[in-house]
């Protein structure tokens, strides 16, 4: 078994994550991101690849007055790049999913694939289950989102697009190309609403 699985993602009205240059905040309004960190309360862990933990040094915390739960848990998809010891998330006891052992103080998952250079997404997903985390809220990078897709490891998302265009190409949602519509994943909307002048789009993915 595995967690239920939430992509979180904030990106321009045309479709991009940051611009050129890796500068992406803030895309959406601040109560969009209040609504995003009240995602984080539902779940029991928040996923990001190790780019995302280089580019940002996230925090992963819920921070809103109102919060008086349990935080989730960082979690990191790592590949071979070293990882900066000194990131925020490694203050909180993070687990790290590595295609190989690494020294790093965190609880750390050996779950490489078949090349050995990559993480075994899947069989991550099932040692996270078994350590009682029933709910991951994936929020980036693109590669770690698309590797994600295309495992069909997916189950629910939520997608803040600003009130912004644009007005070029800088990171898609998800590197790579699109080569054909059957290669579209269906999903079901669930609701679609403005917040904070941005639009909140909440969808499922069909099975």
Do not use: N
């Not at 991009?16 to 803030?26: H, I, N, P, R, V």
């Not at 848990?73 to 790592?78: F, G, L, M, T, Y």
């Not at 609880?107 to 029933?134: A, K, N, T, Y």
């Not at 994936?138 to 590797?147: R, T, Y």
Request: proline share 5%.
């Amino acid at each position: 078994m595995r967690p239920t699985v939430i992509m979180k993602a904030a990106m321009t009205l045309d479709g991009q994550l940051a611009a050129s240059d890796g500068t992406s905040q803030w895309i959406t309004s601040s109560r969009a991101r209040a609504d995003a960190h009240e995602c984080r309360a539902t779940v029991d862990a928040v996923m990001v690849g190790a780019g995302t933990l280089i580019l940002d040094d996230p925090h992963l915390t819920v921070r809103l007055d109102s919060f008086d739960g349990l935080q989730p848990i960082p979690v990191i998809v790592a590949g071979t790049r070293a990882l900066p010891t000194d990131a925020h998330v490694f203050e909180r006891d993070p687990i790290v999913l590595t295609p190989r052992d690494i020294d790093i103080s965190a609880r750390v998952l050996v779950v490489p694939d078949g090349s050995g250079e990559r993480v075994d997404l899947g069989q991550g997903l099932e040692l996270l289950h078994g350590l009682g985390i029933r709910r991951v809220l994936v929020e980036g990078g693109g590669g770690l989102l698309a590797s994600l897709l295309d495992e069909r490891l997916i189950d629910r998302g939520v997608i803040y697009y600003g009130h912004k265009l644009a007005g070029g190409s800088g990171t898609p949602m998800f590197p790579g190309a699109w080569r054909t519509l059957a290669d579209a994943t269906s999903v079901e909307v669930v609701s679609v609403s403005l917040v904070g002048g941005d639009v909140r789009v909440e969808f499922e993915v069909a099975r």
